[in-house]
Nanobody
Framework: QVQLQESGPGLVKPSETLSLTCTVS??????????WGWIRQPPGKEPEWMGA???????YYNPSLKSRTSSSRDTSKNQVTLQLSSVAPRDTAVYYC?????????WGQGTQVTVSS
């Protein structure tokens, strides 16, 4: 059974770069036809898809975030990472990673990130 676990700093100051890690167990991040995505949900708002990385390492980004977002992977650790630069209070959200195939799932439990000075 595939399981995902997000980890992050919890609190980030404005203008800094947020780095998040998703550790995958029970499955390989190099599995064909599968992508590993990042979704966030700000308080009181709908979830927002941020980006994804596929089995070959090709990345895909939400156009609205593309200029600030970067995703990578460490196949030796079976981890995918997300970096979001120049964060602002509007980036405060619960950040999730999820496995994508024909649909999104499973999801990690999410990690709260607050942007505040």
């Amino acid at each position: 059974q595939v399981q995902l676990q997000e980890s992050g700093p919890g609190l980030v100051k404005p203008s800094e770069t947020l780095s998040l890690t998703c550790t995958v167990s029970g499955g390989s991040i190099t599995t064909n036809s599968v992508v590993w995505g990042w979704i966030r949900q700000p308080p009181g708002k709908e979830p927002e898809w941020m980006g994804a990385i596929d089995a070959s390492g090709t990345t895909y980004y939400n156009p609205s975030l593309k200029s600030r977002t970067s995703s990578s992977r460490d196949t030796s650790k079976n981890q995918v990472t997300l970096q979001l630069s120049s964060v602002a209070p509007r980036d405060t959200a619960v950040y999730y990673c999820a496995r994508g195939s024909q649909s999104w799932g499973p999801w990690g439990q999410g990690t709260q990130v607050t942007v505040s000075s």
